[in-house]
């Protein structure tokens, strides 16, 4: 990573830590962010789990067994995050009740993401990225840098809760969630390294590093135009199927407005 990279991260890094911060700590926009979370921990599960069924068919049982976990928690972190929007007596909106174009023409913010579209430039999401054909080096090398950031960006999140006991809950629940991402990181890391040996890896990993900033950077700057708002997810009221089957809501490869969820 250049000086200018490494420069920018930490620009990038603040404004997005800042926003978030704010947007978790005000009542007003918790439920929103809670909803961008459930939404993309809980959207990764069948990705994760085919990509843990193909790994075993092509003999690695060594990451097989890796993303079964990862698809594990990943479930997990979708519940507890669903679990905090309902003690708000909130849920996540079904974005399939969502018409596919609004009326002014314009295509749905909350559809779209600057976030992944700058992070994933050059490559054709759609096609691409599909449990049965996605790269693993783009997976692993991709998934790594999300993992990592989101450890840390969901601990400064928990620490920016209040102290009623209903966040209190939410803190314990996003601090072992912030655990479990460091546990994700790390073996991805060491996948990389099984694949292409410790200097391939690290090359892989700056170029990862790099495409997040510019992420960030296009996220920071689009939420800022917008005042920090963000796109609303949630609505009100919680129905009871949510509690049996939260994946139900989820909108899995649509996006989220947040790039900390991994
Ligand atoms: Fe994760
Ligand atoms: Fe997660």
Request: include cysteine; proline fraction near 5%; charged fraction near 25%.
């Amino acid at each position: 990573m250049n000086l200018l990279t490494q420069v920018l991260h930490l620009v990038g890094s603040g404004a997005v830590a800042y926003i978030t911060a704010a947007n978790i700590r005000d009542p007003k926009s918790r439920p929103n962010l809670l909803a961008g979370f459930q939404l993309a921990e809980s959207g990764s599960v069948p990705f994760l789990e085919a990509l843990s069924k193909r790994a075993a068919a092509e003999g690695d049982e060594w990451l097989s067994e890796r993303l079964a976990k990862h698809a594990q928690d990943e479930g997990r972190h979708g519940q507890i995050f669903a679990h905090a929007l309902k003690q708000l007596n909130k849920q996540v909106i079904d974005f399939k009740s969502l018409p596919q174009k609004p009326d002014d023409g314009k295509p749905d913010e909350r559809r779209r993401s600057p976030f992944f579209e700058a992070y994933y430039e050059g490559y054709d999401v759609k096609t691409m990225f599909m449990p049965d054909r996605i790269d693993w080096l783009l997976f692993m090398g991709s998934t790594y840098i999300l993992e990592l950031d989101a450890c840390k960006d969901f601990v400064r999140m928990a620490n920016a809760l209040p102290d009623d006991p209903i966040s209190l809950n939410l803190k314990k629940g996003m601090i072992s969630i912030a655990k479990d991402e460091e546990g994700h990181a790390a073996y991805l890391r060491e996948a990389m390294q099984r694949r292409l040996g410790y200097a391939k890896a690290e090359a892989l990993i700056t170029e990862w590093r790099t495409r997040k900033v510019n992420a960030m950077i296009a996220m920071a700057t689009n939420l800022l135009q917008k005042g920090g708002q963000l796109p609303s997810m949630a609505r009100d009221g919680v129905p009871s199927e949510l509690a049996e089957n939260p994946t139900k809501f989820n909108s899995a490869g649509e996006s989220t407005t947040q790039p900390v969820a991994a």
